[in-house]
């Protein structure tokens, strides 16, 4: 599986730098045409074995000389350009992780890699994300490709994300690290391709999926008004507060 995962990776990552080159090229002057800065942003992010890596995605945020703490972003965020708007709802953005999987870094499918100190957050259970390389896409990036409209009018994007998103998005990475193989990984890519037209069919195919593995656990994630309630990531019992997140973020 995993030489075949890796040949897999590297033929089809080629053929699709090759089909998006020109496209991208012109999407790479767009977002530097807007403000004369790298198009090419760069995020320090955690892959398999804990190790360190520099994820590539075109820019869509507008560059500003304030830090900034905040890792989750939400749709109405303000830093967004309007190139980026377009880039982000339709996954232009990953498109530089091509190279991250020729660099053997990431794969097309798995677990979404996370920032540092996210990954320091992690309980015992969710440190087994990072026995698989991390991917472009997944279950969990399929059924939350509405993040950022999830979190649209959060005071606190951080504290939200890790409350209503992340414990779910580690559930499901969990269940494709116990469970992946090929035939579930060209699924994916080919849910991911249907999702851009059809979300809900996409979301109902997930749900029987993961609903029919675990009932009880994944039936308050599909229930008939998707609403979605603070619950405590895998492996814990207790809710993430503030004081974890300060901690992890070096906030005093």
Do not use: C
């Not at 703490?69 to 339709?90: H, L």
């Not at 499901?172 to 999702?195: F, K």
Request: proline share 6%; charged share 25%; net charge positive.
């Amino acid at each position: 599986m995993k030489i075949t995962k890796i040949l897999f990776d590297y033929f089809f990552s080629i053929i699709l730098i090759t089909i998006f080159f020109i496209p991208l090229i012109t999407i790479l002057f767009l977002v530097y045409k807007g403000d004369s800065k790298n198009p090419i942003y760069k995020s320090l992010r955690v892959k398999k074995n804990f190790k360190n890596f520099n994820l590539y995605k075109i820019r869509s945020m507008i560059i500003t000389d304030t830090p900034n703490k905040v890792k989750s972003t939400s749709f109405n965020d303000p830093r967004i350009s309007n190139v980026g708007k377009f880039i982000r709802k339709y996954k232009i953005d990953e498109i530089p992780q091509l190279l991250n999987i020729l660099k053997n870094e990431m794969s097309f499918v798995g677990p979404r890699p996370n920032v540092l100190e996210e990954v320091s957050l992690y309980t015992s259970k969710e440190k087994d994300l990072l026995k698989v390389r991390p991917g472009i896409t997944d279950y969990a990036s399929i059924i939350f490709s509405d993040e950022a409209e999830i979190l649209k009018n959060s005071q606190n994007p951080n504290l939200d994300y890790n409350l209503l998103i992340r414990p779910w998005k580690s559930l499901i990475g969990l269940y494709y690290v116990e469970n992946n193989n090929l035939i579930m990984d060209i699924e994916i890519l080919l849910l991911t391709i249907v999702s851009l037209v059809d979300k809900d069919f996409t979301t109902k195919y997930i749900s029987k999926k993961l609903l029919k593995y675990d009932h009880n656990t994944f039936s308050l994630l599909f229930n008939p008004t998707r609403s979605l309630k603070p619950m405590p990531p895998p492996g814990s019992s207790v809710l993430v507060n503030q004081e974890q997140l300060d901690s992890a973020y070096g906030i005093n």
